[in-house]
């Protein structure tokens, strides 16, 4: 149980932070080579881990759904992510990629037709209180500058 307790406030605790890494190396890095970075470092810590699995060999479709995944999922998330840290601060960009659960829920059940379970709907409201604290949080700063294009400025505070 303490285990699995340190393993879970180390994620959470490395997830935070790493908005606010990424919006400091973007200072130096241009989007693309930040990702490239991020992804290299991880895949080589992710490596390590493998190396001591036994081997499972996956089809040639699945080898083709992993690709596809990993550009699309990892490569063009990964700069897009890089790239909006550049313009808005960490607490929002964090907040902005912890409802995206939420819309998938939605896009889901209007575009897939997918039923959306008792469960998922729990879920869903739980993305949303945590997304609407971490706004309440950053938003006490944010009131003071508006931009003519109507987004608020965080102020220094």
């Excluded at 406030?9 to 970075?37: C, D, E, K, Q, Y």
Aim: glycine share 8%; aromatic share 8%.
């Amino acid at each position: 149980m303490r285990k699995a307790f340190l393993a879970a406030l180390v994620s959470v605790v490395l997830w935070a932070a790493a908005f606010v890494g990424i919006r400091a190396a973007g200072r130096a890095f241009s989007p693309g080579p930040l990702a490239l970075g991020r992804l290299a470092l991880g895949s080589v810590l992710l490596g390590a881990l493998v190396l001591s699995r036994p081997k499972v060999r996956p089809t040639r479709r699945e080898l083709a759904l992993l690709v596809l995944a990993g550009l699309l999922w990892f490569g063009v998330y990964q700069v897009v992510l890089n790239e909006a840290e550049r313009r808005v601060d960490a607490g929002t960009a964090a907040m902005l990629v912890l409802i995206a659960p939420i819309f998938i829920v939605a896009l889901a059940a209007a575009f897939l037709k997918e039923r959306t379970t008792p469960n998922l709907l729990v879920g869903g409201s739980r993305h949303r209180r945590a997304a609407l604290r971490s706004w309440g949080s950053c938003s006490v700063c944010w009131r003071r500058c508006p931009l003519p294009s109507g987004w608020l400025r965080r102020s220094r505070c």
